[in-house]
């Protein structure tokens, strides 16, 4: 089993809640900066100068934090099952559908399952999955649901509008 989380904070916090399986965080804020039908390295070394360019380190490690992202999701895709600790907000759902798209076009994994919440009743603002205690997200795990091949194919029509040049497509989604 592997998790895959939305930012290191869900990440931390699980790493608490004694579930089974590996915790790999994938956490690029798509909803700044290009996001453009590249190929990975090109992706990456874009991305990695945008974060760069805002002072978030040198471009080089930027990128190689991005291709590790992806490669510990690529490598997450042999497991029995990976689960996407996802909600519903804009950073969160950008990265979902990369890495959907991306599942689809390099292969999914035998189990692919969601724990995804817009509100959580012991929080009344909440904001994310990193507000969470770990028991509080140890009781999400057995609600996971599993992703169907449509949702799959909507991310994957989802990323091809996000990334294309004329944005006309967006509302329609």
Request: aromatic share 8%.
């Given at each position: 089993?592997?998790?895959?989380?939305?930012?290191?904070?869900?990440a931390?916090?699980?790493?608490?809640?004694?579930?089974?399986?590996d915790?790999?965080?994938?956490a690029?804020?798509?909803?700044?900066g290009p996001?453009?039908?590249?190929?990975d390295?090109?992706?990456?070394?874009l991305r990695?100068?945008?974060?760069?360019?805002?002072g978030?380190g040198?471009?080089?490690?930027?990128?190689?934090?991005?291709?590790?992202?992806?490669r510990g999701?690529?490598?997450?895709?042999?497991?029995?099952?990976?689960?996407l600790?996802?909600?519903?907000?804009?950073?969160?759902?950008?990265?979902?559908?990369?890495?959907?798209?991306?599942?689809?076009?390099?292969?999914?994994?035998?189990?692919?399952?969601?724990?995804?919440?817009?509100?959580?009743?012991?929080?009344p603002?909440?904001?994310?999955?990193?507000?969470?205690?770990?028991?509080?997200?140890?009781?999400?795990?057995?609600?996971?649901?599993?992703?169907s091949?449509?949702?799959?194919?909507?991310?994957?029509?989802a990323?091809?509008a996000v990334?294309?040049?004329?944005?006309?497509?967006?509302?329609?989604?």
């Amino acid at each position: 089993i592997v998790h895959i989380c939305n930012g290191d904070s869900t990440a931390d916090t699980l790493s608490l809640a004694a579930l089974p399986g590996d915790i790999r965080v994938w956490a690029d804020a798509l909803d700044q900066g290009p996001v453009l039908p590249v190929a990975d390295d090109e992706h990456y070394r874009l991305r990695g100068e945008f974060w760069a360019s805002r002072g978030q380190g040198s471009a080089a490690d930027n990128a190689k934090r991005l291709a590790d992202y992806d490669r510990g999701a690529d490598e997450a895709t042999l497991a029995e099952e990976v689960i996407l600790w996802f909600e519903h907000d804009l950073f969160d759902q950008l990265a979902l559908i990369r890495l959907l798209a991306r599942f689809a076009r390099r292969g999914l994994p035998s189990t692919l399952t969601i724990v995804s919440i817009d509100r959580h009743p012991e929080v009344p603002s909440f904001l994310g999955l990193g507000q969470l205690t770990e028991v509080q997200l140890a009781e999400l795990w057995p609600r996971r649901t599993p992703l169907s091949k449509d949702a799959i194919d909507e991310a994957v029509t989802a990323w091809i509008a996000v990334t294309s040049g004329d944005p006309r497509a967006l509302p329609f989604l």
